[in-house]
């Protein structure tokens, strides 16, 4: 079965044709032409598709598929009058077969990269146009400030709806710059958000990049609260130790503080430094007052560490990132868990 077209929201006017510009000849060889033109043809898959398949050397596209596309059949439908309609163009852009049922390109078809099909100083973006507009009205409308090259109407991903915005290339860069310039430019009377497509994608990569930066910042606040709701705050639970040798482990700190009071040590391989975590309130003063230690150092090991409690901010600071540090601890284990159990 053959592939039915993609529905084509995309018009332009950069042809040549018939004296009469308005007759309906005209109009149908402006649109195939611009299917076939440098703007449209080097990104439609569709056609490039048909042209590409084998046996079709020659590059000829039937009739009977062209008016598959819906701006076309709106024009007209009879295969014999459009055949008859596209002989009388003057732009050496294309060729009717002998039997007036196919057609070709007879240029060389541009040879373009996939983001040169617009040229930034004449191309312009614009918003607010109501959901029903047509592409003709917008035609209309756009053709009132200069020559078009091209618009295309954006529509929604899930399904094809327009979404009120168009990209524009004028034939004049003076034109896209005045258009986008003069703020008194309204589409039956509601105003436009208009901006040189190039700003637009600029705009577009920044408000991307805060998003991003937002959604990161919420993550983490939401780990903040996490951890808080995970280990409420408790004071005087807070023990900093310091000068330690850089071989000491945990275990030897818990021996000496007693190790059914701590919930977590901060201490990696190599510190000289350490945080102690006590799971009750003045945890800290009530471990050192039964070790007894009057001066301001602990035996650990064989060396004398210096303490001293962490109070007030400090400590509700100290402890939040105590507990987002467990948080990231238990993440990781049940990270590492799960991918073991699947090894089995």
Not at 116 to 144: M, N, Q, V, W
Not at 299 to 325: F, H, N, P, Q
């Amino acid at each position: 079965s053959m592939a039915t077209a993609e529905p084509d929201t995309t018009v332009s006017s950069q042809v040549a044709t018939p004296v009469d510009g308005s007759s309906l000849e005209a109009r149908i060889i402006k649109q195939v032409e611009f299917y076939f033109g440098d703007k449209n043809l080097p990104r439609d898959k569709f056609l490039l598709r048909i042209l590409h398949e084998e046996g079709n050397e020659k590059g000829w596209v039937p009739l009977e598929t062209l008016i598959s596309f819906n701006r076309l059949k709106k024009l007209s439908t009879d295969l014999p009058f459009i055949a008859s309609a596209l002989k009388q163009s003057t732009s050496g852009l294309l060729e009717v077969d002998e039997d007036s049922t196919k057609i070709r390109r007879i240029t060389p078809i541009p040879d373009t990269g996939e983001y040169e099909f617009y040229d930034p100083d004449k191309s312009i973006y614009a918003k607010g146009f109501p959901e029903e507009t047509s592409i003709d009205e917008l035609e209309s409308f756009f053709e009132g400030f200069g020559k078009i090259n091209l618009i295309k109407m954006r529509t929604l991903m899930k399904n094809k709806k327009f979404k009120g915005s168009v990209f524009v290339e004028f034939s004049e860069n003076s034109v896209a710059t005045e258009f986008v310039k003069n703020d008194l430019i309204r589409y039956k009377d509601s105003e436009l958000i208009r901006l040189m497509k190039k700003d637009y994608f600029e705009k577009k990569a920044i408000e991307r990049q805060e998003t991003k930066k937002n959604i990161q910042i919420e993550k983490s606040q939401k780990l903040r609260e996490q951890a808080q709701n995970n280990v409420p705050f408790i004071s005087g639970a807070l023990l900093k130790l310091e000068g330690l040798p850089n071989t000491t482990r945990r275990e030897e700190i818990k021996a000496v503080l007693g190790s059914e009071k701590i919930r977590f040590i901060d201490l990696n391989i190599g510190d000289v430094n350490c945080v102690v975590m006590f799971n009750v309130e003045n945890g800290a003063a009530d471990s050192l007052k039964e070790i007894g230690t009057e001066e301001k150092t602990l035996k650990i090991g064989e060396s004398a560490v210096t303490y001293k409690t962490i109070e007030g901010d400090d400590a509700k600071a100290e402890w939040l990132r105590l507990c987002m540090l467990i948080s990231e601890m238990v993440k990781g284990k049940s990270k590492q868990s799960s991918r073991g159990s699947k090894r089995g």
